[in-house]
């Protein structure tokens, strides 16, 4: 069973830096469109950033400038980098990608079993 496994989360003082990775489980066919979520509690979960295939990114406004993403298509691994961070920017993060499993599947979208950021003040 395909499974998208994060790691990077913890603690971290305003101002402080994480990394946070995603990897596919196995092999995969193809995967176009990796992101990130994150959820904070009593908030509904929001888009922090995406990257195509080609490279091409999107980010919320809330996180320009400070986070990055990046992919490794030889990996099957999606990054987030994230600087200057701020309280807000503390939730459960959660990676998706759209991925076709082997060449006779439909690309389907799944999702990590996230990770916890929490930035104190």
């Known amino acids: 069973q395909v499974q998208l496994v994060e790691s990077g989360g913890g603690l971290v003082q305003t101002g402080g830096s994480l990394r946070l990775s995603c990897a596919a489980s196995e092999n995969i066919f193809s995967i176009n469109t990796m992101g990130w979520y994150r959820q904070a509690p009593g908030k509904q979960r929001e888009l922090v950033a995406r990257i195509a295939s080609g490279g091409s990114t999107n980010y919320n406004d809330s996180v320009k400038g400070r986070f990055t993403i990046s992919r490794d298509n030889a990996k099957n691994t999606v990054y987030l980098q994230m600087n200057s961070l701020k309280p807000e920017d503390t939730a459960v993060y959660y990676c998706?990608?759209?991925?076709?499993?082997?060449?006779?599947?439909?690309?389907?979208?799944?999702w990590g079993q996230g990770t916890q950021v929490t930035v104190s003040s």
């Open positions: 998706t990608a759209e991925m076709r499993v082997n060449w006779f599947s439909t690309p389907d979208n799944y």
